[in-house]
């Protein structure tokens, strides 16, 4: 997951986003608290209400019951697209036999924040401090979460449900390789692990492609059969959907039309984040189009 800068009205009253750990730096003067000051909507939305919290647990019961009925399926199972380059040149499915004719071990791939564990910690920081996000701050946290981020509702059933069906659970996150020890230390305090560096934690520096992510998929189906992911951003799917963008109109259109918008809940399980994300872009002319706007008539009234 890349972060990016909080966009939403809320946030932008508070002068913008920035990035902690749980404490502030020996350098850094302590900020009031100010708890009285009215959270983003966004965050008051992901991290306060209900509403996501149900949210979040009907998604994690939708991937358990999907990948578990896969799995019991007879026959040669098949792996979700991945994002892997196909000779079509859309997102590629691999095999699931292994070169010998066994089958591959089934596996289910998920991000890491706001997938299944929630950055509430972070985003306190990001909203009270109004600071420009800040690289080493996201990483202090990374480093330093462990105890106060909180699972996503849901996910820790979840994902003991996919392990006692004999299913491996892969975390692919774009947290960086510097801090895997505390992203493992995160998921194993949250309930949410184990997990293990390059087996089943791989990170954005893992391979040469930075926060692009079909290498790491690439990696993670030579050994498995995945057959389900679960991401709160379409880079988390397949890097294709983020390519462009700025394309606000065609990456809409990509994932709601054809083959990709079949996968939806069939292998494909988003997460709802409207804190941050690659969505972060559009005018009002690029989000709505022309057949899709409306006005009120003139009031008849005298002002």
Request: hydrophobic share 45%.
């Amino acid at each position: 997951m890349t972060r990016f800068l909080l966009l939403a009205a809320g946030a932008l009253a508070l002068g913008g986003c920035s990035a902690a750990g749980p404490r502030p730096s020996a350098a850094s003067a302590p900020v009031d608290a100010g708890e009285d000051r009215p959270a983003p909507d966004t965050m008051r939305w992901l991290y306060g209400s209900g509403e996501a919290a149900a949210a979040s647990i009907q998604t994690w019961r939708q991937i358990a019951d999907h990948a578990i009925a896969v799995a019991r399926r007879p026959g040669i199972p098949q792996s979700v697209p991945q994002g892997l380059p196909d000779a079509a040149g859309g997102i590629g499915t691999p095999s699931c036999e292994t070169d010998d004719g066994g089958i591959k071990p089934l596996a289910a791939v998920f991000d890491v924040d706001e997938t299944v564990l929630l950055n509430t910690g972070y985003e306190y920081w990001q909203a009270l401090s109004g600071k420009p996000f800040d690289p080493a701050e996201w990483a202090q946290w990374s480093a330093e979460g462990a105890g106060i981020a909180q699972p996503v509702p849901g996910a820790v059933t979840g994902l003991r449900r996919l392990r006692d069906a004999g299913i491996t659970v892969i975390f692919n996150t774009n947290r960086n390789t510097q801090n895997a020890a505390g992203t493992v230390a995160a998921l194993e305090a949250a309930g949410a692990g184990p997990a293990v560096h390059l087996e089943t934690l791989f990170l954005r520096g893992d391979d040469a492609m930075g926060g692009r992510k079909d290498g790491r998929r690439a990696r993670i189906a030579q050994s498995y059969c995945v057959i389900a992911m679960a991401g709160d951003n379409l880079g988390d799917f397949a890097d294709v959907f983020n390519a462009d963008e700025s394309a606000i109109a065609a990456r809409r259109a990509m994932v709601a039309r054809g083959t990709y918008a079949q996968l939806w809940g069939n292998g494909w399980f988003l997460m709802p984040n409207p804190v941050y994300g690659a969505w972060q872009e559009g005018t009002l002319d690029e989000v709505f189009p022309p057949d899709a706007r409306w006005q009120p008539a003139p009031s008849d009234i005298a002002q």
